[in-house]
């Protein structure tokens, strides 16, 4: 057996102490008999991983007792409809893009309301964040909508933007867990786990428990209702038990580890030593503006293509796998999560100086 370090974006790279947990539990957690994956969700012993995973995330995000944690499913695509479905009382809403994703959700976003860009960088592939000063937030707006960790263009928000009194509601989906954060200053925050925080399959929402609405647009089927879940503790209906108990062992290890503040500072260190890097390199360059870049998600290029390719194909020889950028921008990504070792990127960095002599510069 040989694991590989794995810079994948999504499905990514999983704690190895997290695995071998997994692993041992698998024919019979503790002494129920059996895996997590055979037991009812309505047992004792499931209730008790459900209950423990929540207080565990409660504990590590400080979310404040008036907002709700759910575990969904469907992923990040059913939540660009939850969104409006759920919060969309005047059917106006504010959306700043900032790529693929916030502009996918905007565009889900209009099959119910009026969708209103205040904000955007298209108009440079997505590589920056825009200026967040003097928002034309509209005043009939139900929500003000962020992408706050760009996955693909590797950007992320350092500052939020001002609302002007609107609920800001936040895809979080690749940064989740990544540091601390305050929760008390968005109405919604949600992820899909499979980027920082567990296997596919599980979405995790924190909503602020007045937008819990029983007046939902007509037509909100009764699984896309955030009050169902909140409602039934996320036991609405048989919830991806596997799934949360997976969650449920990385937040016991972002505990073990010293909690978001400590998790930040390791992944503040791993994005340094690459960007670093990068900005002394006579062939490789980042191509995230520079005051804007995210610690989760680095795509960097040669300028050649070809370059590129061969950069990628030799370093998937070495065990250092998907580096691949996105299919709609090319050149290369480097995802950072937390649980990518520093002792990964030291082997990235390494390779791609020994790579850079090699061909010529
Ligand atoms: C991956 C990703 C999504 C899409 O998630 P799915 O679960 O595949 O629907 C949405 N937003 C962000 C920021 C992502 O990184």
Redesign the pocket.
Known sequence: MSRVYNFSA?PAVLPEEVLKRAAADMLEYGDSGMSVMEMSHRSKVFEDILDTAEADLRELMGIPANYKVLFLQG???TQFAMVPMNLMKNRVADYIVTGQ?AKKAAKEAEMYGEVRVIASSADKTFTYIPDLKNLPVSPDADYVYI?Q???IYGTAYHALPDTQGKDLVA?I??MFLSGPMDVTKYGLLWG?A??NVGP?GV?IAIIREDLIREDVLPGTPTMLRYKTHADAKSLYNTPPCWNIYVCGLVFQWLKDLGGLGAMAKKNEEKAALLYDFLDNSKLFRGTARKEDRSLMNVPFVTGDEALDKKFVAEATAAGLVNLKGHRTVGGMRASLYNAMPLAGVQALVNFMEKFEKENGR
């Open positions: 999504g992923g990040g695509h994703w992408c960790n760009n996955t895809d989906s690749s899909g499979q980027k596919a979405t």
